[in-house]
């Protein structure tokens, strides 16, 4: 029989806003394959990553391309809490929820390539993947949000029945709408606050905070950087990346509020390991900033974690694994064809 770990959140780690913290007081029972999964879903997403900003480097991706090593842990953490058909939209750093919900390393890094394996058929490049759960990142800053807003209501308004108001929680899926510190500013997202608590729809709205809006410091552009209360009268959650198993239990919880009660806002306190573009040169942080935080990467921290588990040669054999994968589905994706020219007009606008 398998071994088990029980967790539990610990709820002095979290912040919450219109909540009462016990209500998250849960425990969650893991299988040890459970526990392998997740940092395998990491080392894979920071292993992409790498590849991208290798080939970004050697001029055969183009264009833009903005990488979320350091933020591996919350994409692993959606991965095991989600369910059915819940969607998710992002910001132009999507590669690990476009992983996560389904599309492989091959096609990603396709589509980044600008090769007909892509999910756009290598016409919509880093910014732009996509899949049937997860609808987008998107170049325009916030844009995303209003989306997700959509979806939303999509998931309530198929479950109405005739004369249902629309406050009626019915729905059975959740939309996730995740965005940056940066973005969280942007007049739509507050907007789409209103409706969505206007109308309890099934959404919450993920902040990303990573401390830096492109090369900006957070508390330079926002006069008030408690961002899970932004929403005013829709609850909020605060929650930092280093532990996955924290982060997982909290995005379950939400998803059941979600369904049950009204809207709500999460912000996680994550920090990327990378500069803002891949095209940057230089990074305008200090070294020993970016040393500090290296040091409480999440992926060493659940290695750490692991290790009371799984016997370090089966820890290494789960790297090599993820390594010799990813580059394998590289390579096959460099060796994808270019679309023909009769692409060039197809899926634009109506046609």
Same mark, same amino acid.
């Given at each position: 029989?398998?071994?088990?770990?029980?967790?539990?959140?610990?709820?002095?780690?979290?912040?919450?806003?219109?909540?009462?913290?016990?209500?998250?007081?849960? *425990?969650?029972?893991?299988?040890?394959?459970?526990?392998?999964?997740?940092?395998?879903?990491?080392?894979?997403?920071?292993?992409?990553?790498?590849?991208? &900003? $290798?080939?970004?480097?050697?001029?055969?991706?183009?264009?833009?391309?903005? +990488?979320?090593?350091? &933020?591996?842990?919350?994409?692993?953490?959606?991965?095991?809490?989600?369910?059915? *058909?819940?969607?998710?939209?992002?910001?132009?750093?999507?590669?690990?929820?476009?992983?996560?919900?389904? !599309?492989?390393?091959?096609?990603?890094? #396709?589509?980044? +390539?600008?090769?007909?394996?892509?999910?756009?058929?290598?016409?919509?490049?880093?910014?732009?993947?996509?899949?049937?759960?997860?609808?987008?990142?998107?170049?325009?800053?916030?844009? $995303?949000?209003?989306?997700?807003?959509?979806?939303?209501?999509?998931?309530?308004?198929?479950? +109405?029945?005739?004369?249902?108001? +629309?406050?009626?929680?019915?729905?059975?899926?959740?939309?996730?709408?995740?965005?940056?510190?940066?973005?969280?500013?942007?007049?739509?997202?507050?907007?789409?606050?209103?409706?969505?608590?206007?109308?309890?729809?099934?959404?919450?709205?993920?902040?990303?905070?990573?401390?830096?809006?492109?090369?900006?410091?957070?508390?330079?552009?926002?006069?008030?950087?408690?961002?899970?209360?932004?929403?005013?009268?829709?609850?909020?959650?605060?929650?930092?990346?280093?532990?996955?198993? !924290?982060?997982?239990?909290?995005?379950?919880?939400?998803?059941?509020?979600?369904?049950?009660?009204?809207?709500?806002?999460?912000?996680?306190?994550?920090?990327?390991?990378?500069?803002?573009?891949?095209?940057? $040169?230089?990074?305008?942080?200090?070294?020993?900033?970016?040393?500090?935080?290296?040091?409480?990467?999440?992926?060493?921290?659940?290695?750490?974690?692991? #290790?009371?588990?799984?016997?370090?040669? *089966?820890?290494?054999?789960?790297?090599?694994?993820? &390594?010799?994968?990813?580059?394998?589905?590289?390579?096959?994706?460099?060796?994808?064809?270019?679309? $023909?020219?009769? *692409?060039?007009?197809?899926?634009?606008?109506? &046609?």
């Amino acid at each position: 029989m398998q071994k088990t770990y029980k967790y539990k959140l610990d709820l002095k780690c979290i912040d919450v806003h219109l909540l009462d913290k016990q209500a998250l007081d849960s *425990e969650y029972e893991y299988k040890v394959d459970e526990l392998k999964e997740m940092y395998r879903t990491m080392l894979s997403i920071r292993r992409l990553e790498e590849c991208s &900003q $290798q080939l970004f480097d050697r001029k055969m991706i183009r264009g833009f391309c903005h +990488l979320a090593s350091g &933020q591996e842990s919350i994409y692993a953490a959606y991965k095991h809490a989600i369910s059915g *058909e819940d969607t998710a939209t992002s910001s132009y750093r999507c590669h690990g929820l476009s992983y996560v919900t389904g !599309d492989s390393a091959r096609v990603i890094l #396709a589509e980044m +390539l600008g090769r007909d394996e892509g999910m756009c058929g290598g016409k919509g490049g880093s910014m732009h993947l996509y899949n049937k759960a997860f609808y987008g990142g998107h170049g325009i800053v916030g844009a $995303q949000v209003p989306i997700s807003l959509g979806l939303a209501f999509r998931h309530k308004y198929v479950n +109405l029945a005739k004369g249902d108001k +629309l406050d009626k929680m019915v729905a059975k899926n959740v939309s996730f709408a995740f965005y940056g510190d940066g973005a969280a500013n942007q007049g739509q997202i507050f907007e789409s606050y209103n409706m969505a608590m206007l109308w309890k729809l099934p959404i919450i709205f993920v902040c990303e905070n990573n401390d830096y809006g492109m090369w900006t410091r957070v508390e330079t552009a926002s006069s008030n950087t408690n961002f899970y209360k932004r929403g005013d009268n829709i609850p909020g959650i605060r929650v930092s990346h280093e532990n996955v198993l !924290d982060l997982i239990a909290v995005f379950k919880f939400c998803r059941e509020y979600a369904l049950k009660t009204c809207p709500l806002v999460l912000e996680i306190a994550t920090y990327r390991l990378c500069t803002h573009s891949a095209r940057d $040169q230089t990074d305008f942080r200090s070294k020993q900033e970016l040393t500090d935080r290296a040091k409480i990467d999440p992926i060493n921290h659940f290695k750490s974690f692991l #290790a009371q588990f799984v016997p370090e040669n *089966e820890i290494r054999d789960i790297e090599k694994s993820v &390594q010799d994968t990813i580059d394998r589905e590289s390579n096959l994706a460099q060796s994808a064809k270019e679309p $023909q020219s009769t *692409e060039l007009f197809t899926n634009v606008l109506i &046609q």
